[in-house]
């Protein structure tokens, strides 16, 4: 049923995160960020879908686990048997090519969110307004003031280019924007 795939997706990104830590002061668990999103889709954005909210806590895992191709490839096919292909199918609408390089990644984050399934656009909302948040409230402990500035402009970029399918999560998202930029421009 709906809510065992759910916790399912859960446990299995509780898992494949274990090791890694998010970029702020206290080194947060990487698992709050996921469950953040997943929590934003569900409840700001109204979905219900198990699927999508699957595909939300499962969001990162391919991007930032697999250390080399061949890992992404296993984890890739053991998404699929677990999860099954919509959720691989979300998962990988909203995973970064990581042979890219990261400004090309960005820009390719940007060109290409206007083809994203409205599954993975609240995801996608989910996700910015997540990081806009950390970035605003509790930054990558290394990051300058400018760095933070352009992460805001780069978010809005990605998402002005979203299909424009959940309203809900849209405006939340230009409510964090707005509450980063007066923090951060004073
Ligand atoms: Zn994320």
Redesign the pocket.
């Known amino acids: 049923v709906s809510y065992q795939l759910v916790l399912k997706a859960a446990t299995f990104a509780a898992d494949g995160h274990r090791r890694q830590r998010r970029k702020d002061e206290d080194a947060s668990p990487y698992i709050n ?2 469950l953040t ?1 997943a929590f934003l889709v569900a409840d700001v954005g109204g979905i219900s879908d198990p699927e999508v909210l699957a595909a939300a806590l499962l ?2 895992v391919i ?2 686990v697999p250390k080399n191709e061949d890992e992404r490839k296993a984890l890739v096919e053991e998404v699929r048997s677990a999860f099954g292909e919509t959720i691989l199918r979300y998962v990988l609408e ?1 995973t970064d090519d990581k042979s890219l390089e990261k400004m090309e990644r960005k820009q390719h984050q940007v060109a290409h969110a206007s083809e994203l399934s409205t599954g993975a656009v609240a995801i996608k909302l ?2 910015k307004i ?2 806009v948040t950390d970035v605003t409230t509790n930054p990558p402990a290394d990051w300058n003031l400018e760095q933070r500035k352009e992460y805001l402009d780069w978010a809005e970029a990605v998402v002005d280019n979203c299909p424009k399918t959940n309203a809900a999560l849209e405006s939340r998202f230009r409510e964090v924007l707005a509450k980063g930029r007066r923090v951060l421009l004073g």
């Open positions: 960020h996921p999103v969001h990162d991007e930032d909203v989910g996700d997540a990081n």
